[in-house]
């Protein structure tokens, strides 16, 4: 017994609590590395989460410029046996620097850039956000990783120079240089932590988190318009399409064709086709395929986006309305958003609208759809009841993963009187309907 109280004792907890195992997992499995493969952890503090990747075999290279918290002792009251340690037995994955990792000159890349406790630390305070991010940025290989954790607005452990407000992070990563895997800032909800050095009470935090791929360079030579840098006039794409991007990859193990139904000017289509998806889209408006001034906001229009961001191979852009058209194809993923509702559709009713798109999903694949809702049960072609969604699919047929219909206006999207609120549906299909002979008719009057 003694000599597993002696053994435990070196691999004693770290002063700042247990690692997110669930957010270390997510990270390796959204990043894809294998191990062996080599990571960079600025700040390691006293190995928090340098001993649960060493563990699993990858090559960690890691910085702490705290003597303490590397050869042990005592740091603000709290005792830490130090990371020399915590590691005694397996460093030999372990490559440990004594100082500062935005001053050291790096010359090494790796295949991930773990950065969970280093963007606004005290003793990085000297340097700018910026600066560090470039640092860390500099670090990666190409198709590598980085995943930041921070902390938003003017938090209590932070400097004023050390800020970071929402929306800020994603401006440091060039969408030609960066895919977004993974992003989320949670400005409301606050995440609650225990007591450690920095913080000898139980605290709170917002807390914002992302992941990016860099782009592996292309070598050969292309041209490219440098003064194009504008996104899609809608703005970017919402959290939801990436986090369907990261669900179909992992239900996936091949290559798949998304459809997506009046792309607008890509808002929707860009990241799906930067993830390697097959992307057929519908759009029809002229200026929003070709360019031009619409809603007075310029657009480069579809077309030009898709050849900036080298996507061509990746996307077929029909120009037509996708409802007046027919489309035999099948897809494994249809993605719905600002569509049932647009004004150029309301000469087709909104059970013939879901129908069609229900006939283009293969079975096994999935329909996600984000709709409209009235409460004043204005009956059109453009707004739904509530309830009214749920009805159009045959459960025999269907399966319904997730139905929300909110209660609330979303002023987001509410640009008249009409009193708008939002629904979203996502469904899986088990099978093709089966047409019988009794309902041969009614099926080709009705067919989806």
């Not at 961001?309 to 029909?318: A, D, F, K, M, R």
Request: one cysteine or more.
């Amino acid at each position: 017994m003694a000599e597993y109280k002696s053994k435990y004792a070196k691999k004693g907890l770290s002063i700042y609590g247990e690692p997110n195992i669930v957010v270390l997992n997510k990270i390796i499995e959204h990043s894809s590395i294998k191990p062996g493969d080599k990571i960079l952890i600025p700040n390691c503090q006293d190995g928090i989460d340098v001993l649960p990747l060493v563990k699993r075999k990858y090559n960690i290279t890691c910085y702490e410029e705290n003597s303490i918290l590397i050869n042990g002792g005592c740091i603000d009251n709290f005792y830490t046996i130090g990371l020399n340690k915590r590691i005694e037995g397996i460093n030999k994955k372990v490559n440990l620097f004594n100082e500062n990792f935005y001053k050291h000159n790096v010359n090494e890349k790796y295949n991930l850039v773990l950065a969970i406790r280093t963007l606004q630390l005290k003793e990085n305070n000297k340097y700018s956000i910026a600066n560090k991010i470039k640092k860390l940025k500099s670090c990666v290989k190409d198709n590598g990783y980085i995943y930041l954790t921070y902390y938003l607005g003017d938090d209590h452990e932070i400097s004023k120079r050390q800020i970071i407000m929402k929306g800020q992070i994603k401006r440091y990563f060039n969408s030609k240089e960066w895919n977004v895997i993974y992003y989320r800032e949670n400005d409301i909800r606050i995440t609650k932590h225990n007591k450690h050095p920095y913080n000898k009470k139980e605290h709170y935090h917002n807390v914002g988190t992302i992941l990016v791929q860099r782009v592996s360079h292309k070598y050969h030579k292309r041209v490219v318009n440098r003064t194009y840098r504008k996104g899609s006039i809608y703005g970017d794409a919402s959290q939801q399409v990436y986090d369907y991007i990261n669900f179909l990859k992992n239900e996936y193990k091949r290559i798949l064709d998304i459809l997506i139904v009046d792309a607008n000017d890509g808002k929707n289509v860009i990241p799906f086709a930067k993830n390697g998806f097959n992307v057929t889209c519908y759009e029809d408006n002229n200026i929003l395929l070709n360019g031009g001034l619409i809603n007075n906001k310029k657009t480069a229009g579809l077309k030009k986006r898709i050849k900036d961001y080298n996507l061509e191979s990746n996307v077929i852009v029909n120009e037509s309305n996708y409802y007046k058209h027919k489309d035999v194809n099948k897809y494994d993923f249809i993605y719905i958003e600002n569509s049932l509702n647009l004004e150029k559709n309301n000469g087709i009713s909104m059970k013939n609208k879901v129908r069609q798109l229900m006939a283009n999903v293969r079975e096994g694949g999935y329909l996600y759809i984000y709709y409209n809702l009235s409460i004043n049960l204005k009956k059109d072609n453009s707004l739904l009841d509530y309830g009214e969604m749920k009805k159009y699919f045959d459960l025999e047929s269907w399966n319904i993963l997730y139905i929300c219909e909110r209660n609330e206006i979303n002023y987001c999207n509410n640009k008249s009187n009409d009193d708008k609120k939002i629904g979203y549906i996502l469904a899986k299909k088990k099978k093709n309907r089966i047409v019988h002979k009794n309902y041969y008719s009614i099926e080709i009057n009705n067919s989806y």
